[in-house]
């Protein structure tokens, strides 16, 4: 099976909104990326726009040669945007207002019948949909139940402990096992948070995750080595 990679840019904008100019312009940063080989461009908008912005929104989605994966929290605000410039595919996202970075996958019990409506309206309007959420058994189930096409499990956890060297054995049997569940549910399996080349290697060994989705890591190493290498460094890992 051929791993699909999706690229996160938003620190593309993160740099660009440090100056308050319009330089480095994510809409490129995508395109490039494309061209050296990435799957698809995954941008979070987020409720306080701490760097993608709907502008960025609005240009790249205008582009239907760009396979656009917008990550949004569960809201109203958000799915109106989303159903109004119909990126390809939604990924649904935890978001607090004050974390730095997404600290954990969604509370689907808590938000259940707020999530399935959401998810029913983007199926509805043929968006791809996925949930992100922590690699367990239960919240798998309930992605069945709410009818998304795919799930995106968490992979910070996995992460810091590969890059901490501890034993990280317990976590990847937890992805495994839900990766089979997903399978037999016809839901398709996706991974995120916190990889870089050696948690992609590990990851990759599950054989049921269909795409993997990078970006902190590639932008950072980007700056040292170019991001043509990097993008091509993990499809050749994947």
């Given at each position: 099976m051929s791993i699909r990679l999706g690229v996160n840019i938003d620190h593309v904008a993160t740099l660009r909104n440090a100056r308050g100019e319009k330089h480095p312009d994510p809409y490129l940063s995508a395109i490039s990326a494309l061209k050296f080989g990435a799957d698809s461009i995954t941008i979070h908008l987020r409720e306080d726009r701490r760097h993608i912005n709907e502008q960025d929104?609005?240009?790249?989605?205008?582009?239907?040669?760009?396979?656009?994966?917008?990550?949004?929290?569960?809201?109203?605000?958000?799915?109106?945007?989303?159903?109004?410039?119909?990126?390809?595919?939604?990924?649904?996202?935890?978001?607090?207002?004050?974390?730095?970075?997404?600290?954990?996958?969604?509370?689907?019990?808590?938000?259940?019948?707020?999530?399935?409506?959401?998810?029913?309206?983007?199926?509805?309007?043929?968006?791809?949909?996925?949930?992100?959420?922590?690699?367990?058994?239960?919240?798998?189930?309930?992605?069945k139940k709410i009818g998304t096409n795919c799930v995106e499990l968490h992979t910070g956890k996995i992460s810091n402990q590969i890059k901490n060297k501890k034993n990280y054995f317990s976590e990847l049997s937890k992805i495994k096992k839900c990766s089979v569940l997903a399978n037999k549910f016809n839901i398709e399996v996706h991974a995120g948070h916190g990889m870089d080349y050696k948690t992609a290697k590990i990851l990759k060994s599950v054989n049921l995750i269909e795409e993997f989705n990078i970006g902190h890591f590639i932008i950072g190493e980007s700056i040292f080595y170019g991001m043509k290498k990097i993008i091509q460094n993990f499809k050749k890992i994947l």
């Open positions: 929104l609005k240009k790249i989605s205008k582009n239907k040669k760009i396979p656009l994966n917008l990550e949004m929290a569960a809201n109203d605000e958000m799915l109106k945007i989303a159903i109004k410039y119909k990126p390809n595919f939604v990924c649904i996202v935890p978001e607090k207002r004050k974390e730095i970075t997404t600290e954990g996958g969604l509370n689907l019990s808590k938000n259940y019948k707020k999530i399935k409506k959401i998810i029913e309206d983007l199926n509805k309007n043929k968006i791809r949909t996925s949930l992100f959420i922590d690699p367990n058994i239960k919240d798998i189930k309930l992605a």
